[in-house]
Each structure stands twice: as structure tokens, then as C-alpha cells.
């Protein structure tokens, strides 16, 4: 059974303050790790999506790496308006329970 | 482009009522997903159309929810009868062939 695991569940960093978000997965041949960003009361919004060990892909402040057992999303220099939950997925259907992050100015 | 379409944007009802939740996917996306979210939480999958045809809904409490997908473009979500614990965000998504999903703004329901 395809198994998303993330931490921490929240974290709260000063603007500026740069930090790490973990999503560790068990799949069974893996087809993609997507990585999405929610705001209250909105659906997730896509970010980025990974296929492959050893492959980053970078948006703004963000950037997403990949390992066979984990994937990190980095967040640089973080603004307020970076607040958010983000979620990560496997196989583009099943989420991890996200990581709700707090940014203050 | 336009996104996903859902309504209604909010429903509260009593327990053991029915309700109903509609979702008009973006055009020629051929995947239509319909997921559960509980407070808190990450979205839970609860069922996946490829066109009007259902691939997953191994998730779905069939005693009580029902999905369609008429001529595989609009779908729709029941839930008969609701029990309290049934009180979450629905948010449908489509994709196309990438498998990126796009989704709406949900449905929250509130059973009381």
C-alpha cells in the first residue's frame, strides 16, 4: 500500500528564517511525487512535481529535491505571504497528511 | 483556462439526510478525482474516473456513498444517509495526461 508520511505537522519561522519540510513515502514504483500548496478555504494549488532520484526542480523561494525513500521541499528566505499547508503526494493521488507553515514578519 | 467548478461552496445538513455535490472538471481533462478532507488533514482519495469510467474507489464507503460521471465530463457525489463523521471538505480535481492535478475550491459539509 502506497504510504505518505510528512513533518513536521507545523512549523513556525521568522520571515527570513530558512527551513526544510520532509515527505517520506513507501510506494511500489514510483510515478511521480507532487508537492502542493493550500491556502484556507482553497484546493490544493500545484508546485512542482518530481519523477526521479537526484532531480530538484526550484520556483521563487521553494525548491523541491528527491531521494528513493524521501523528498525535501526547502524554502529560502521565507515572506509571510509563504504561509500556507503544503502537501505532498505519490502516484498523484495519495497525500500525506501536510505540514501547515507559519511565517512571521 | 477556466478550473474546476464546484458547488455548492457550503451545505449543512442534519444526520441521516442525503446531499448531493457537483463538480464540471476542466475541458479535456480525462481524469476526474473526488477527494474527502478532514480537518487537519491531507486530502483521502475517494474515488477516480478515466472518462466516465471508474479506475479507483477502493476508498469509498459504498454503503453510503455513490459517484457518477455522466458522458465523462460532469460528475457528481452523493453521500445517503450523512453521519456526523462525514463532515469534511470535498474537493474534486481533474487531470490530463501529465497527471497534474487541478483542483476546485471544495465543498464544505457540515453535519449536525
Known amino acids: 500500500e502506497d504510504q505518505v508520511t510528512q513533518s513536521p505537522e507545523a512549523l513556525r519561522l521568522q520571515e527570513g528564517e530558512s527551513s526544510s519540510l520532509n515527505c517520506s513515502y513507501t510506494?511500489?514504483?514510483?510515478?511521480?511525487l507532487f508537492w502542493y500548496r493550500q491556502d484556507p478555504g482553497k484546493g490544493p494549488e500545484f508546485l512542482f512535481t518530481?519523477?526521479?532520484a537526484g532531480e530538484e526542480k526550484e520556483k521563487e523561494r521553494l525548491k523541491a529535491t528527491l531521494t528513493k525513500k524521501e523528498s525535501f521541499l526547502h524554502i529560502t528566505a521565507p515572506k509571510p505571504e509563504d504561509s500556507a499547508t503544503y502537501l505532498c503526494a505519490v502516484q498523484a493521488k495519495v497525500f500525506g497528511q501536510g505540514t501547515r507553515l507559519t511565517i512571521n514578519p | 483556462e477556466a478550473g474546476v467548478a464546484q458547488s455548492p461552496r457550503y451545505k449543512i445538513i442534519e444526520k441521516r439526510q442525503s446531499v448531493a455535490f457537483w463538480c464540471n472538471p476542466i475541458?479535456?481533462?480525462?481524469?476526474l478525482y473526488w477527494y474527502q478532507q478532514i480537518l487537519g488533514q491531507g486530502p483521502k482519495l475517494l474515488i477516480q474516473f478515466q472518462n466516465n469510467g471508474v479506475v479507483d474507489d477502493s476508498q469509498l464507503p459504498k454503503d453510503r456513498f455513490s459517484a457518477e460521471r455522466l458522458k465523462g465530463v460532469d460528475s457528481t457525489l452523493k453521500i445517503q444517509p450523512a453521519k456526523l463523521e462525514d463532515s469534511a471538505v470535498y474537493l474534486c480535481?481533474?487531470?490530463?495526461?501529465?497527471?497534474?492535478?487541478?483542483f476546485g475550491s471544495g465543498t464544505r459539509l457540515t453535519v449536525v
Open positions: 510506494v511500489s514504483g514510483l510515478r511521480g
Open positions: 480535481a481533474s487531470s490530463g495526461e501529465d497527471s497534474l492535478l487541478t
Open positions: 518530481l519523477y526521479s
Open positions: 475541458s479535456g481533462h480525462a481524469t
